[in-house]
């Protein structure tokens, strides 16, 4: 493949940026509450290639695909478990006809909602969930699948165990943290994200990071302790655009353009090597930050 690897290209030096908002995006192009977005990717391929092109334009040198919620726990709530090889493969191909021969497809893997702790679910039928979504990602083109929005360290290992067990895909797992009133940052499950990466990379994940629930100022730090546990191995970074306002019942992020691509530096210098944005980025986000590196 033209474009590599790539955990390659980060060790030949480039910094890399990475696609903005789905979810905000999809919800501007008319989809309502309750509504299924991953099945746009067979009901409205037009509308969800738009977005990944959108963001190819803006710079990006990798796209997610639509695919967020695609495990079949996920799925069935709209009673689509029995689609999960369908929608998935389909997610994948339409980031990859937008995506090219020259920039990656790193298709995304979310959590299923279910929790080991509480016994409503086994590794077993976790791990089976998360192979089935991982293997129809690599049918439909996807160079990586990106493990996102993760809280528990069983289950992105899982998630993690199940990408590279049964693909040929470079796997990519981050966690959302949260600032705590002790001034500590951890996930909803108490993580932090020295203990995060480490059970990542022992599960065997290529690329480590964060992304979600803080805008590009508070995932400096977050950075920081990262790569204090890590010193060579790729760290991404989708931060949100800033932390949201409610105005009239609507979440607003308040980060303009200007305000990430001035943060994209410093979280760079923090060790970042790969960055883009979360809930509220839009194209224009993603260009500024490209422009800014």
Known sequence: MARGRIVDAVKAGRTLVSDGAWG??????????????????????????????????????????NSFGGTSYKLEHYGLADRVAEINAAAAAISRQAAGDDHWVIASMGPTGKMLL????????LYASFKEQAVALEQGGADAICIETMTATDEA????????ENTKCE????FTFDLTQQGEYRTMMGITPADAT?????????IV?????????????????IRATTATTPILVHANAGLPHNVGGVDVFPDTPETM?????????????IVGGCCGTTPAHIQAMKQAL
């Open 118 to 125: 509480l016994g409503d679910v086994s590794e077993d039928e």
């Open 24 to 65: 905000t995006f999809l919800q501007k192009k008319g989809l309502q509450p309750g509504e299924c977005p991953e099945l746009w990717c067979v009901e409205r391929p037009a509308d969800v290639l738009d977005i990944a092109q959108s963001y190819i334009a803006a710079g990006a040198d990798m796209i997610e695909a």
């Open 171 to 174: 796997v990519i797992c981050t």
């Open 198 to 206: 480490q059970a990542a990379l022992a599960a065997g994940a290529d």
């Open 209 to 225: 990071g964060t992304n979600c629930g803080n805008g590009m100022e508070r995932m400096i730090e977050i950075v920081r302790q």
């Open 157 to 164: 290992c899982l998630a993690i165990r199940a990408a590279k």
């Open 261 to 273: 691509a001035h943060l994209t530096k410093k979280l760079v210098a923090a060790g970042a090597n």
